[in-house]
């Protein structure tokens, strides 16, 4: 399959008060043509910067791309002009963000935001803009689109607001949609409308999705393949049946016990112990190593390479060492096994 985007080796720091924080720190992924990736991870884990930096929406002020390359289409946009970047953003990627409030101008009539980015970046007419911004009004789902075209934000609700959302992040056919928690600020029917929606999408547009996420449960729904990231890196990644029927990483395992269980037996849900490593100071060894059980002196040592699990699947921990012992995975990690019996997330 064709890569439409690879990230190489990407470190990315902010400069603080309190000094530098070292966000990212070394994620390399490829994205192909006409698939869907999901980033998923705990809070911090450098899910949202990833994808700023491709966007290049990382205040200039304080963020520093410190190494690496994000190549699209031949050109490393961690190094692209802002004036360039501003004819990519929109255009060839565009981004959903989590709440669609903000996302939205609150004074402009919904029709002449979704045609705005048509207008800038595909020069076509008002009248073919308007029309076209018509017909993605429909492909997202909203009922009498030439109604809904007057009128302003304040008057959809917020699933309904979400779809704008969508319709103006797909308004030029963009080669790549970055979705980060695009149903988090919703409700939970209206967040499985929505994913419904982007699953159909997918279907119509061929367009590479990168869908951030906290919640493995939706991964299983809507991705082909998984990047798990910990601590600013990337610590397993491959498809969505690889990554959760065969997981390599502690952490991975730690974040599918987390999932709801359907299993009445179990009352409490599984919580990783611990907190995320302070990335002011981040530590020698693998980051996850303080909250692991499994972890052996050399995660307290040394960082653990991607160990090669299959073409697709990769994992760093050291558990993969030919000398490690062998482990197996925590009984939670079986029965959310057992919940996704067709191996597609039970869909
Ligand atoms: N503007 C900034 N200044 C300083 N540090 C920042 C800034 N933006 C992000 N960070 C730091 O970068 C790290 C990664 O943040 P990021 O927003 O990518 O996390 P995330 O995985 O998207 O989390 P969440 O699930 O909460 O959205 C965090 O430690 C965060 O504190
Ligand atoms: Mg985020």
């Avoid at 705990?42 to 966007?55: D, F, L, N, P, W």
């Avoid at 309904?160 to 080669?175: E, F, G, H, S, T």
């Avoid at 279907?203 to 991705?223: E, P, Q, R």
């Avoid at 653990?304 to 482990?327: E, G, I």
């Amino acid at each position: 399959m064709d890569k439409i985007l690879e990230v190489k080796d990407l470190h990315i720091s902010f400069h603080t008060f309190a000094g530098e924080v070292q966000a990212i720190r070394g994620v390399n992924f490829d994205l192909f043509k006409g698939e869907t990736l999901a980033i998923v991870g705990e809070s911090g884990s450098g899910k949202s910067v990833t994808t700023k930096a491709i966007m290049r929406l990382l205040p200039e002020a304080n963020s520093d791309i410190k190494q690496g390359e994000i190549l699209f289409e031949g050109k490393d946009l961690a190094k692209e002009s802002n004036k360039n970047m501003q004819k990519i953003r929109g255009k060839d990627i565009s981004m959903i963000f989590q709440d669609p409030m903000t996302s939205l101008n609150p004074t402009m009539k919904i029709g002449k935001q979704i045609m705005e980015p048509i207008i800038k970046h595909q020069k076509l007419s008002k009248s073919a803009a308007k029309e076209r911004a018509i017909d993605i009004l429909k492909l997202v789902g909203i009922p009498k689109p030439e109604d809904r075209f007057n009128q302003y934000p304040h008057q959809f609700s917020g699933g309904m607001r979400q779809r704008v959302v969508i319709a103006i992040a797909l308004a030029c056919n963009p080669k790549v949609l970055i979705a980060d928690e695009p149903t988090t600020a919703l409700d939970v029917t209206i967040q499985a409308q929505i994913l419904e929606l982007m699953k159909e999408l997918q279907k119509k547009i061929n367009t590479s999705i990168i869908f951030i996420t906290h919640d493995l449960g939706v991964v299983a729904n809507v991705a082909d393949r998984v990047a798990v990231m910990y601590g600013g890196k990337i610590v397993e990644t491959g498809t969505v049946d690889e990554v959760f029927y065969n997981p390599q990483h502690p952490y991975t395992w730690g974040l599918i016990s987390s999932m709801p269980s359907l299993d009445t037996e179990e009352e409490e849900l599984y919580a990783i112990p611990g907190t995320p490593p302070d990335l002011l100071h981040p530590p020698k060894g693998d980051a996850f190593a303080p909250r692991n059980e499994y972890a052996m002196q050399i995660d307290l040592e040394e960082q653990p390479p991607m160990f090669k699990v299959s073409d697709t699947h990769y994992a760093a921990t050291w558990l993969l060492h030919p000398d490690a012992p062998k482990v197996e995975p925590p009984l939670a990690v079986k029965r959310r096994q057992r919940q996704f019996p067709d191996g597609k997330g039970g869909n």
